[in-house]
């Protein structure tokens, strides 16, 4: 009697581990719900960041698994494809509600919306971020009346933030016009940036406002405990805060006259030389010039430029 064999001939090993090759395709194509799944799953890998495109992107993902469960169970009616595009299916629904929450959660006031459309989002911050900024100042909107005044020239303390959401403020010194400040422009910016968190100070112009005027601030303390919790918001608040100085120098620029219209660019240093004129009015060897931002201190101060003495 022959021992049976315990292992394949070695001709025969290699026939045993090969795969069985396709000896005919399939006719028909799939049904329409395997190509309505793949259509789901190609629109949800192409959603983008944020709340809002993590929303967009397991939505789509939601739909194609489920249809891909359908068609599992319909169609392959295997047990492993249909448990596990049934879980997939689960888990992207599960993101769906938690992300949809999360959203809901961040939502703001028409107001609040504006000023983190024309002022944040542009820098990409996310609205989590934003919603701690919000959180900061406790979501209080503030309300000045016409001709009543936000600050005063020597007596306000600077204490606070403050952006301006609608209306218009217009900025003396010495009773001399110097800007208007329109919606989503700071309020305080130059004092802000003049003060390191341990000074103090007062405001070196009058802010009064030519029409009802709604802004929204926050308290120093409580804007750099924010930004110790937070460096990147502190970052944040840096860039736009500088970059609205900025804007207002550059608007100064084009008000700086003397007495017979020349100009003068503010950018330069605070003492500028001109040119010899003998019809240049003078008054004890000053020019007077339309108020503008000191270098120094980065307040709204009037500017005086020297004019050389004349020689024979």
């Known amino acids: 009697m022959e021992a049976p064999e315990m292992f394949p001939a070695p001709e025969n090993l290699t026939a045993a581990v090969v795969h069985p090759l396709c000896e005919e395709w399939k006719g028909g194509s799939e049904g329409a719900i395997f190509h309505l799944a793949s259509i789901f799953l190609v629109l949800g890998f192409m959603g983008g960041s944020g709340f809002y495109g993590l929303l967009y992107l397991f939505t789509f993902l939601t739909l194609g698994f489920f249809c891909s469960t359908i068609w599992s169970w319909s169609d392959a009616c295997t047990t492993d494809t249909f448990l596990w595009n049934f879980a997939l299916f689960g888990v992207c629904a599960v993101q769906v509600v938690h992300v949809a929450y999360r959203l809901r959660n961040v939502t703001f006031e028409k107001e609040f919306q504006d000023l983190y459309s024309y002022l944040f989002k542009k820098l990409g911050v996310s609205l989590t971020h934003f919603g701690k900024i919000v959180a900061c100042c406790e979501g209080d909107i503030h309300t000045i009346e016409k001709d009543h005044c936000f600050a005063m020239e020597g007596k306000t303390a600077i204490d606070k933030l403050s952006v301006l959401l609608s209306g218009r403020i217009r900025v003396t010194v010495n009773g001399e016009f110097l800007h208007d400040i329109y919606p989503f422009q700071f309020l305080d910016s130059p004092e802000w940036d003049s003060l390191r968190p341990s000074e103090e100070g007062v405001f070196q112009v009058t802010l009064r406002a030519d029409n009802c005027c709604r802004y929204v601030s926050w308290r120093r303390k409580k804007l750099y405990l924010l930004f110790a919790k937070h460096r990147y918001i502190a970052k944040v608040f840096a860039l736009v805060v500088r970059n609205d100085i900025a804007d207002k120098l550059y608007s100064l620029n084009d008000k700086a006259f003397d007495s017979r219209g020349f100009r003068y660019d ?33 307040a709204r101060v009037p500017i005086t430029i020297t004019a050389p003495e004349e020689t024979d």
């Open 266 to 298: 503010l950018r330069l240093p605070t003492y500028c030389h001109v040119p010899p004129l003998p019809e240049l009015d003078r008054t004890d060897g000053f020019l007077r010039v339309p108020a503008q931002y000191d270098h120094g201190h980065r």
